[in-house]
């Protein structure tokens, strides 16, 4: 079987990956360069949960946990780690608790946490390798 993959975002190159795992020939067609659209601008956060109560929630699940093994199967400059997310604002000036510290020590007084949004087992980073 031969399939033509219409994009080189992260969507056209996951479709080739595990199709090309399984043998079949694939062609990647992109009309500008790899990841020049949505997928070489995306922050690489993922999330387990986030799609609950949605049809998309086994499909994220399972994502997830695919993203996990992929590090030991792709070299390349890049990695792939848990973390906490948590979800917050920076105070605006005037606000009661602009200069009050952060609950989280390492952020800037005045950041309120407004709640974690992820844990080592539920959230993850995708990132460039020797990134902080
Ligand atoms: C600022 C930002 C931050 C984000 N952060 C996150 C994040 O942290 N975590 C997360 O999960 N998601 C994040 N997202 C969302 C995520 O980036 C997108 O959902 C994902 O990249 C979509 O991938 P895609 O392959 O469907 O599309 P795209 O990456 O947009 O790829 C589509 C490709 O198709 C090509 N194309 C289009 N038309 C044609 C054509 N006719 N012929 C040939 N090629 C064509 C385009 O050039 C492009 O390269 C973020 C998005 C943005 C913009």
């Known amino acids: 079987m ?11 190159a996951c479709t080739a990956w595990f199709l090309r795992r399984r043998g079949i020939d694939v062609i990647v067609v992109e009309r500008a360069d790899v990841a020049a659209a949505a997928s070489g601008k995306a922050g690489g956060f993922l999330a387990r949960d986030w799609c609950e109560g949605s049809p998309l929630d086994a499909l994220a699940r399972r994502s997830f946990a695919i993203h996990a093994q992929l590090p030991e199967q792709i070299a390349g ?15 605006a000036d005037g606000h009661p608790r602009r200069d009050a510290p952060s609950a989280l020590g390492w952020l800037s007084n005045g950041v309120i946490i407004a709640q974690r949004i992820g844990t080592m087992e539920t959230a ?5 390798k020797n990134s902080p």
């Open 2 to 12: 031969r399939v033509v993959i219409c994009g080189g975002g992260v969507i056209g």
């Open 77 to 91: 400059d890049w990695g792939y780690r848990p973390m906490t997310a948590y979800s917050g604002f920076v105070a």
């Open 124 to 128: 993850a980073i995708v990132h460039p």
